[in-house]
């Protein structure tokens, strides 16, 4: 019989939630604060741990992270007030393995249980802290990118819409996906649509479809980007981009659940989870008049603000290491790594471009390279900014305007420098023979 430690002050909800769990099987001991809690915890053994956020004095989210500090094993489930998405995310980011919210219903408590107690037993809390740079294919240990997790984590099953936003090149349909692999709606369609990327008089088709006979051409009934969606997910990516004749009709199918087919007259139903995003400020847009005010709102029910890579800088070896298994494998070539050298431009540099703008950096490094690991000369000009390295950066400036030849000669003598001039390691790490290297350092004067 498993072992339950319920803290919770309100006494009432303490005997609810005990008779909840002795009437399914479970035994349960109760605390009311922080320091009776710590006191059981360190007297006898427990499978769980279920404990209010708000407790009188220390937090729930104390305990918590005192338990992940005695005993980082045993999971903690955290019962937070209905909408405050905010503490269960700070929860989740600090161990928690789920969370519920009050009113606790009986059927969530007893499922989240189960899962928690799955959890422990198949280490399946071990598993996702080893792989905390790749969750759902999102790469990170940052900060920002742990918070991003833990909303994912947190809001995956909601029905309500979610707004995704910042700037381009930051992964905004990533988390989308994320959020929909990560959820029941899983196994159904995840259909995106670029807001942007279609003209405006053919955004309403694109989204509801038509009738046969609709408009010149229709020859039949053609269904849109909704119904293809119905079940599962459907991402407006870019939404600040969509025309205000088309917002007024997609407000009316976020708030109905139901719209027309052009040239229809019956009103088609489809159950699918809106998620949007946009690099725009929609609040601007709105003052400007073009984005409606009450769409913004039924749309930003979860807003998900995603970081600069600027503001993630401690992620951007996990995306480099990633991004030359991702090419190095397309592209049929052996590297190894990157150098020292260049990875410190790498970090160095502000990355207007985010992600999508390393990634491209690194996948030409990977075509270009000569050697098996990347070193300065195979990066471009704007990543060796002085003002970005500043002393480094002035060394790296000084490579960038140097000739092929003495570009070369750059990277041998990097080569050679890393290892100590050990000329074996050295040409290994340049991917060329031992005795070519030597042919080289005699051509550069470097012997």
Known sequence: MENILLVEDERNILRFLGKLLKQEGFHAEAAINFEEAVSKLSDQAFDLVLTDMRLPGRSGLDLLKWVKEKDPELPVVIITAYGSIENAVEAMKAGAVNYLTKPVESNDLFAVIRHSLLHKKTGKGEAVASRAEDQYGIIGRSGPIQEILATIRIVCDSRSTVLITGESGTGKELVARAMHDASQRGPFRFVAINCGAIPGELMENELFGHEAGSYTGAVSRETGKVEAANKGTLFLDEIGEMPLSMQIKLLRFIQEKEFYRIGGTAPVKADCRIIASTNRNLEEEIEAGRFREDLFYRLNVIPVQMPRLSERKEDIPLLVEHFFRKYAEQNQKFVKGIDQRALDALLAYDWPGNIR???????????????????????????????????????????????????????????????????????????ITRRQLRTKMVKYNLL
């Open 357 to 431: 703008q390393l990634e491209n950096i690194i996948e030409r490094a990977i075509v270009l390279t000569r050697y098996d690991t990347i070193v300065l000369a195979d990066l471009p000009r704007k990543i060796f900014d002085i003002e970005a390295g500043g002393v480094e950066g002035e060394k790296i400036a000084g490579l960038s305007s140097l000739k092929l030849p003495e570009l070369e000669r750059a990277a041998i003598l990097n080569a050679l420098e890393s290892e100590d001039w050990n000329q074996t390691k050295a040409s290994t790490r340049l991917g």
